[in-house]
């Protein structure tokens, strides 16, 4: 079993659907990331979040530590927001973070 | 944007060669990471830096090498490529303030495909 595992691997939506994409992990964490990936390859980070949640735009991130789980969610889904959606824990080493990544969710959003 | 750039950006090389891949950047950050990328198991970190000339081993580092000889380069050296180290490799930054940990800032991506 994997340390970090996302669901669902793909997901298919219509234009201004709620998109929720979700996170297990399975050990103790300093953090949890949320990336960002578009075709094309660039990797851009979107939230790190250690407890509670956090807002952005129309992104929201959100974690449970006691149930080691955590949440994407989109509002108002826009085709721009169509990319590769990667969880990622981290382990703090000598105060470098070592991540873990989970396999990463493909999101199409249909106009 | 954080001030990573890679290089090269593609490069094709054949089995037993070696490679270096270099990673610069631009905003002192202490931290720098290696990753490579594959369908199938997605990222991995191959070696990290925690300041010029600390570097460690990540969780797939057979077959690399690293240098960090001052604050803003991070060489990744293959010191004989084998077609399975064909990937996607990515540098990463990060500041290394204090407490839980910092964002990492990625670069845009190597493509090295070994025949």
């Known amino acids: 079993k994997n340390e970090v595992e996302q669901s669902p691997q793909n997901l298919t939506a219509q234009e201004g659907e709620f998109i929720t994409i979700n996170c297990s992990y399975s050990?103790?964490?300093?953090?949890l990331h949320w990336l960002q990936q578009h075709p094309g390859g660039g990797i851009v980070s979107l939230f790190m979040l250690s407890s509670g949640k956090k807002k952005h735009g129309r992104l929201i991130a959100t974690i449970n530590i006691q149930e080691k789980h955590s949440s994407l969610h989109i509002t108002a889904s826009h085709p721009r927001d169509s990319a590769v959606y990667i969880c990622a824990v981290s382990h703090l080493i000598q105060g470098a973070q070592k991540l873990v990544f989970g396999q990463g969710t493909r999101l199409t959003i249909n106009p | 944007d954080a001030g990573i750039t890679q290089s090269p950006r593609h490069k094709v090389t054949e089995t037993g060669t070696p490679v270096t891949l270099r990673c610069h950047q631009t905003e002192n950050h202490r931290y720098m990471y290696w990753y490579r990328q594959d369908p199938g198991h997605g990222l991995r970190l191959i070696h990290y830096s925690y300041g010029v000339k600390d570097t460690d081993k990540g969780e797939v580092s057979d077959g690399y090498s690293v240098s960090r000889s001052k604050t803003e380069d991070f060489l990744l050296t293959l010191e004989s490529a084998t077609s399975s180290q064909t990937s996607v490799y990515f540098c990463?930054?990060?500041?290394?303030?204090?407490?839980?940990?910092?964002?990492?800032?990625f670069g845009p991506g190597t493509r090295l495909t070994v025949l």
């Open positions: 990463a930054i990060s500041e290394g303030l204090a407490g839980i940990g910092n964002t990492q800032y």
């Open positions: 050990v103790g964490i300093s953090a």
